[in-house]
């Protein structure tokens, strides 16, 4: 049974859609006018492998992921810039789509941008105005958040409490602190639609308000985001959809933590931010996937270099499993194990469909690999014959079709995950060998030695085996120490 923590409730719950064997899903996307950040990279992969599993799980996915194309931020960089905010914000999302398809994310069924639904929006604004929910002020249209009497009860934020806290601007147009925009007039040299009230541009939270709505329908099964997004973003957009609607919004809301640097917050002035796009310049896009699924994604996730190099060399150890079974070798002493290694695969998908059952637990999933590794390797060194052999090898492809299903990971051959580390082009490496094995032969063992040593300094691993030399690169990391 798929359980969920719904931040709604607090609790978790059993995952019940509600269409039989249909999830609408809706997350909040990127803000395009930069490179997407750590941050980004650690939300996609978390909402990418809850929309996998409930896949796996056999449920009819519909995922929206949307695109802010006008804010403040966009704005305030075209400007900066000296180009259109069109062109900025088509730049970037470009820019997203590469760092995510690095990342192996698979691409949402609908990517809506905000400036596609600007006539939707004003309609709802037009229909909250009438039902008494917002009003006009000088070409601006705000929501009154007191005439929502559950204003709060997302992020579970008292609204008296909310107003104590709240700082009155001077010249304010707004009735109350608490309430927010809704449509912004436009500044000048700034850009502009046309609505009822003026030239302007909608408010941020309205946006996911109608594009989620207008895909999906509402109510939809799960609204997804950051931690950072429950309020304002999220509480408002229950209050617009529900006030106008007059129904639920969304039934399950699931938020992703936060990550840290070095046991810091991220911040560019700090000096601790990092773009994927300068993590995946050192490491392999499958590194920064894993070490992001290596933490619960509702807790914190601190990230460091070290850590992902533990990360790489937990990948290292998988790649290892799978190169060394294609190179088993088969003796008269193998014994029929069969059923031991159907018995351990049985264990595999037991424990690691319980973990992601477990509100999507991807540590205790990634630990569950761990496990059937450990146990395969074992009923290996046992020795096996020929049938049991293709037994193991059958089975571990399908553990290996299953992760990379679910969790998006080992998706590389062992020779494409080894070779990619080669210190020097490949086929001067096979005349290395080559003149070592000509040099054993001839009794040369200390050339032999010399040529093995050397390999060895560059991180290339040479393995002996009754039918060659085979190697494996594994990198060295002093350079990021």
Not at 39 to 55: C, N, P, Q
Not at 70 to 94: A, G, P, Y
Not at 123 to 146: P, Q
Not at 187 to 201: A, C, L, Q, V
Request: charge should be negative; aromatic fraction near 12%.
């Amino acid at each position: 049974m798929l359980k969920v923590f719904n931040t709604m409730t607090g609790e978790k719950e059993e995952f019940i859609p509600l269409k039989d064997n249909e999830v609408r899903m809706y997350v909040c996307g990127v803000t395009v006018y930069d490179y997407c950040h750590i941050g980004h990279a650690r939300s996609s992969v978390v909402f990418d492998v809850i929309r996998r599993y409930l896949t796996y799980k056999g449920f009819k996915v519909t995922f929206v992921k949307n695109f802010t194309d006008i804010d403040d931020k966009i704005i305030n960089r075209s400007n900066k810039e000296n180009i259109h905010w069109k062109e900025l914000t088509e730049k970037f999302i470009k820019e997203h789509d590469y760092d995510m398809s690095q990342l192996n994310i698979l691409p949402p069924d609908h990517t809506p941008k905000a400036t596609e639904f600007i006539d939707e929006m004003i309609k709802l604004c037009e229909t909250l105005i009438e039902k008494g929910y917002a009003y006009v002020a000088d070409g601006d249209v705000y929501y009154r958040v007191s005439k929502f009497k559950e204003y709060g009860k997302l992020s579970k934020r008292d609204l008296e409490e909310l107003m104590a806290g709240a700082r009155v601007d001077i010249n304010e147009k707004k009735e109350n602190p608490l309430d927010f925009a809704l449509w912004k007039k436009s500044k000048e040299n700034e850009p502009f639609w046309e609505s009822p009230w003026g030239k302007g541009r909608p408010g941020w939270h309205i946006e996911c308000s109608v594009m989620s709505s207008k895909i999906l329908g509402i109510p939809f099964d799960i609204h997804g985001g950051g931690k950072d997004l429950i309020f304002p973003h999220h509480e408002n957009e229950i209050a617009q959809s529900e006030a106008a609607e007059e129904k639920m919004f969304a039934k399950y809301w699931i938020h992703n933590g936060f990550v840290n640097v070095n046991k810091e917050k991220m911040s560019k002035s700090l000096g601790n931010f990092f773009t994927i796009r300068d993590i995946i310049t050192k490491f392999d896009p499958e590194v920064l996937r894993f070490f992001l699924l290596t933490t619960h994604y509702r807790s914190p996730i601190d990230f460091s270099f070290d850590h992902l190099i533990e990360a790489e060399n937990s990948l290292n150890r998988i790649y290892i499993f799978f190169d060394d079974l294609n190179h088993y070798i088969v003796t008269k002493k193998g014994k029929n194990r069969i059923d031991e290694a159907k018995k351990i695969f049985e264990e595999f998908i037991s424990s690691f469909e319980e973990a992601m059952d477990d509100d999507f637990n991807t540590a205790k999933g990634l630990a569950s690999i761990f496990d059937y590794i450990r146990d395969m390797n074992r009923l290996l060194n046992q020795k096996v014959d020929e049938e049991t052999l293709s037994e193991i090898e059958k089975l571990s492809s399908q553990m290996k079709d299953i992760v990379n299903q679910v969790l998006g990971i080992i998706v590389k051959t062992p020779e494409e995950w080894f070779e990619k580390n080669l210190p020097l082009p490949k086929n001067e490496l096979l005349k290395l060998i080559e003149e070592r094995a000509t040099a054993r032969k001839n009794k040369d063992f200390e050339k032999a030695d010399k040529i093995r040593d050397k390999l060895e300094s560059m991180g290339i691993e040479l393995l002996d085996t009754p039918k060659g030399t085979r190697f494996r690169a594994i990198r060295k990391h002093e350079e990021l120490n």
